[in-house]
């Protein structure tokens, strides 16, 4: 049996981690509340090296590496004590093995004992969409509403949710607190994937967040996302990327283009919100989606009133789809290879990729942007600079490099500096770190001089 990590214990609680550590992939984060006896757990992420065809449905941002897909066994012993099931957003490496997680929590323990799963509106219906794909019954949940919530588990035990900046909407974090003697608590701070920007990019979530830490800060531990430790300064914010999209959008129009289509992951409401705001005032006619992952997202958005995409009107018409990543069942993908239904390019068209090649999937985004700017041989392929150097030294002549055409979701290192500033912990856990970026890790936590968790010394293991 696979076993998983302790990162921390105490007389009151003890915190484990089955994946997510030094890996992006399969993030599963156990927690045993001692004197009352049971666990929650947070997040529940595909295994890595096991991405299948329903991702073409919410689609992948994070690179996911190989290694075993039954790291969910484990939790096999402690399933009837898991009573609550927290999950910070719906992207694969957080929300993905779900449907797995509850096929096998029915077979333990019955289908009255399952741990209840809390989420955000969005991430519910994101989830049903999931459980439909594996045509599996949806568990009983508890929704997170509005920016920030509260509830009690137990007498000692309370769990406050709050929603932080990602690339996906409804992306939760937790405060966990656990009542030690008179009015005193321990206190966990459990940070999703997150990004803060300068002056916490201005938004009422930023402020809600900011107020929730500051009433409840110190914190003991701080448990966050660090996977760009290695990048100096802010993550680009959506507007700047969106204002670039902008530009580009109005060059190819001067250049008279009749069909542009932007492709990038279905799940960022937020940047197609704003690039159908830029199409408006641009005067472009239509902008809707294809493809069944994008259309499915938008529908989501809009029946949760979080987006107004899609509009008709005459003129140059924009399409927004996945495949940038050349995603094998991606319209886009299927498109470059005249085998899209949904799409078909005309020799005018000019596509912008609105991403970054994650490490690892050169070859097929290189290969794609070929057949691309073959077919659409008067139109202009628009990508990120390092997407134009993955071309090599021969790119097709209507290719063209665009700086800050996509930001990332997860913040840089003053977004992280910020949230510790905030937090004041007294122990720092980071996690979504790949193994090859753990001296760098360890270089800048230093450097703010926090104690944090080494997977060196680490506590021991937990069966
Ligand atoms: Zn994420």
Partial sequence: MHKHHRLFSNPCLSISCLGGLREVGRNCFPIHFKQEDFWIEIDCGKAPGSLGAEDAIVDQEAHVSKSSSHYLDSLKDILHKIKHLFITHSHLDHAGALPEFYAMAREVVGDDNLPILHLSPFGEKMTEAMFEYNEQEFPQIAKLEGLCSSVSLSNLVKVTSFTVPHSIPGTKSFIIKVKLSGDKWFKVLFMSDFRLQENYGGSQMAQVMVDVLCAERPFDIVIADMLYCDRPGYTQSEDETVSTVGKVLGRLLVKGAKQIIVSGFASNLERWQMIGKKARDLGIGSFHPKGTAM?????????????????????????????????PYAVLTLAS??????????????????????????????????????????????????????????????????????????????????????AKPEFVIPYHVPIGKQGALGRFLDSLGVNYFQPTTMLGLDS
Wanted: glycine share 10%; aromatic share 6%; net charge negative.
């Fill in 337 to 422: 290879l005249g085998e899209s239904q949904r799409l078909r390019l005309h020799k005018e068209a000019s596509i912008i990729l609105s991403s970054e090649i994650i490490p690892g999937n050169e070859a097929p985004v290189v290969e794609m942007v070929r057949r691309l700017s073959a077919i659409c041989s008067e139109g202009y392929a628009v990508v990120s600079p390092s997407t134009y150097r993955a071309l090599g030294t021969n790119p097709p002549e209507n290719v063209f490099a665009q700086a800050n055409i996509h930001n990332s979701g997860h913040g840089s290192q003053l977004d992280i500096k910020l949230l510790l500033q905030l």
């Fill in 295 to 327: 259309e499915t997202v938008w529908g989501i958005g809009e029946s949760l009133e979080l987006f107004d995409g899609e509009y008709l009107g005459f003129g140059s018409e924009l399409i927004a789809c996945t495949g940038s990543q050349a995603e």
